[in-house]
């Protein structure tokens, strides 16, 4: 009786429903299968003939897909109802994996993109829109905390094997191996959500709103959050994939050290996870988002301040810019009306991912005028962001 009392106090505490739990299974099926192969992917269409350049135009399409489908997927999950829809995501990306599989040339392999895509970004929507649904307001935080840790739990695990797979297999056998156990995990993960769900009718009235209503249906207080993000996200796309060549290439750190930072930066944003959603869930959203934008801004001034041997206090600053994104995401879904919850998340993402699309370029040239130039810069966009979020009233949200 005991332990039942427990394990009840402790499913109450983490925000564990059904649904949840459902969820949580296909997130760490679905990421054991990709991150056994993901991050090598690049490596994988060298091997099938794509060029340096067609390999960055992938990166490039892998972006803007992700972008393009946040839409549609919420457009989905209100029109289907969560459950179908994130079952849909699911056997589109379980198809992609049979095109990998099939794959001779780099084209069919980005061709296939399209279809892998489906899960990973079309399904981010309906994730939350099902948090929304399954959890009361004072249980948002600690539903996208445990979410957010779980998701990194393969992160953790999956690449090392992945690694091993292709030393020990080749890198086009091993590739397609894993490919093989992405499309069975994937079928797990069907089977698991189609079977266990509890499934939520489409949204009344989902369908009667164009897109260009859904703006409308956006509150002030969240138009405010999305500009705030926007520059925020906007200053870190600026510098993150020159972050490598700075530590690397001009602080002099090696590549252990530099898997060694990176570690650190994981291992912070899980420790810091749990306590700042139970305390955003009791006390409010807005100190604990305005703590995230903070150290978004103060992370890139961070890496070019700070003397070589005192970097890794850089990387706890970028673990700690996850204190508030469980926080920032139950804002979200606070205020996105039910009935179109699912199109609304879609469109705030959307919007999002365009506004920082040409960061990355932009953080290209101002390199090329001197590293620490996109740095200054993106944590002076970041500042920004932090600053229009702080002049805005909190939302009053009841539930």
Not at 138 to 165: D, E, T
Not at 179 to 207: K, N
Not at 239 to 247: F, G, H, Q, S
Not at 324 to 343: C, F, Q, S, T, Y
Request: a positive charge; proline letters at 6%; one cysteine or more.
């Amino acid at each position: 009786m005991l332990d039942k009392q427990r394990g009840r106090a402790l499913r109450e505490f983490f925000a564990l429903e059904p649904n949840i739990i459902v969820l949580l299974g296909a997130l760490l099926a679905i990421g054991m299968g990709e991150e056994l192969w993901v991050r090598f992917m690049p490596k994988y269409l060298e091997a099938l003939g794509a060029s340096a350049v067609a390999i960055g135009a992938y990166g490039s399409f892998k972006r803007i897909v992700d972008t393009m489908y946040q839409y549609p997927g919420g457009w989905i999950a209100d029109r289907m109802g969560r459950k179908r829809a994130l079952v849909l995501f699911n056997l589109i990306a379980a198809t992609g994996y049979v095109v990998y599989l099939l794959a001779g040339r780099w084209e069919m392999v980005i061709a296939g993109t399209l279809l892998v895509l489906a899960w990973s970004s079309m399904s981010q929507p309906a994730i939350f829109a099902l948090i929304g649904d399954t959890l009361s307001q004072s249980k948002r935080a600690m539903g996208f905390s445990v979410q957010s840790i779980w998701k990194r739990i393969p992160i953790v695990v999956a690449p090392p094997l992945g690694g091993y797979l292709l030393a020990k297999l080749g890198l086009v056998r091993g590739m397609r191996v894993g490919f093989v156990v992405s499309l069975m995990l994937a079928l797990a993960a069907i089977y698991l959500q189609s079977r266990f769900y509890h499934a939520t009718p489409p949204a009344q009235g989902a369908q009667k709103a164009p897109l260009s209503a859904i703006w409308g249906l956006m509150p002030p207080a969240l138009r405010r959050l999305l500009f705030a993000d926007c520059l925020v996200r906007f200053g870190s796309n600026l510098t993150a994939v020159y972050i490598v060549l700075l530590v690397i290439n001009v602080r002099g750190k090696s590549t252990l050290e530099f898997g060694a930072f990176t570690s650190v930066q994981m291992l912070t944003a899980i420790a810091g996870y749990l306590p700042a959603a139970r305390l955003a869930d009791r006390f409010g959203r807005q100190p604990f988002i305005l703590a995230t934008f903070a150290f978004f801004s103060l992370y890139p001034l961070f890496l070019i301040a700070l003397p070589p041997a005192w970097l890794v206090v850089a990387f706890i600053v970028a673990g700690l810019r996850e204190i508030g994104e469980p926080a920032r995401k139950a804002r979200i879904v606070d205020l996105a009306e039910e009935a179109h919850r699912g199109r609304v998340i879609g469109l705030y993402y959307l919007i999002r991912g365009l506004a920082t699309i040409p960061a990355p370029f932009l953080g290209g040239m101002l390199w090329q005028q001197g590293f620490s130039w996109p740095f200054l810069l993106g944590g002076l966009a970041s500042a920004l962001g932090l600053g229009v979020y702080a002049l805005s009233r909190p939302p009053q949200t009841v539930r």
